[in-house]
């Protein structure tokens, strides 16, 4: 009986307090939990991931942010092919296999092109930025927090769409009601069941932000798995 009473009171704590926190406190209190001394803004260092995918070997990442000079870089080894991206205060280049100058066959077979460069930045900006990274301008953050269950676990769902000139997909963040961590998100596009949704766990500090160590990516439409990257801040 005693058991059930805590339960009931802590349902009762968490549905009151999804009620009454809005969407920008809540992403308040998870930014002060991943980036507490507002470190993220002035971010530079190098992140080391390795990318696990089935049936695939893995595909090791050297990813090199700094925001202040407006300098990214990945470098990407996999099996005997390594490729390299790089956008520097808005000009982009690529190289295959150190070779900044590869044939028109190699540039198509691997996608090669300065969009793909600036692509890289985005994404890997926005994926290590998270949850800063919503504050950014053209993201709509929605008021009404919904608690939900996910995999068994309750979290505090926070909505984020965007205004037409910055995208299209709705984003979904979970974050623990306790401790404001991001641990889970998703995203969905236009078309039904489409998107993924993305399994967070342990955390790597680097330059004093807490990013999550292990991300594992899963379709949304029937829990098909992609594949997990893991970070760290060392080879």
Same mark, same amino acid.
């Given at each position: ?8 009171? #802590? ?14 406190? #809540? ?21 080391? *991931? ?16 700094? #925001?202040?000079?407006?300098? !990214? ?24 296999? =150190?070779? %900044?100058? +590869? ?6 077979? !691997?996608? #090669?092109?300065?969009?793909?460069? %600036? ?24 008021? @009404? ?7 068994? @676990? ?5 909505? =984020?769409?965007?205004? %037409?000139? *910055? ?13 404001? =961590? ?27 932000? %807490?990013? +999550? ?23």
């Amino acid at each position: 009986m005693k058991k059930l009473t805590t339960l009931l009171l #802590l349902f009762i704590s968490i549905t009151s307090f999804s009620q009454e926190i809005t969407g920008d406190e #809540l992403l308040d209190k998870a930014i002060q939990f991943h980036d507490p001394n507002g470190n993220w803004t002035t971010f530079k260092g190098t992140l080391f *991931v390795t990318m696990e995918i089935p049936d695939k070997s893995n595909r090791k990442s050297e990813i090199d942010i700094n #925001l202040p000079q407006e300098y !990214f870089s990945v470098k990407a080894i996999r099996d005997t092919i390594a490729t390299e991206y790089t956008v520097s205060k808005g000009i982009s280049s690529f190289s295959f296999n =150190a070779d %900044k100058n +590869p044939s028109e066959e190699i540039k198509k077979n !691997f996608n #090669l092109n300065p969009e793909r460069a %600036k692509m890289y930045k985005n994404y890997y900006t926005s994926l290590f930025g998270l949850p800063m990274k919503l504050k950014d301008e053209g993201t709509i953050i929605h008021q @009404k927090v919904e608690k939900k269950t996910f995999k068994g @676990k309750e979290y505090l769902v926070l909505k =984020a769409t965007y205004s %037409k000139e *910055v995208g299209k997909d709705t984003w979904y963040f979970y974050f623990n009601p306790k401790t404001y =961590a991001m641990e889970v998100y998703k995203f969905f596009k236009e078309k039904k069941d489409s998107g993924e949704y993305i399994l967070l766990s342990d955390l790597e500090i680097i330059n004093g932000v %807490k990013m +999550p160590k292990t991300r594992a990516w899963y379709y949304n439409k029937d829990n098909g798995y992609l594949g997990t990257d893991i970070l760290s801040s060392q080879k």
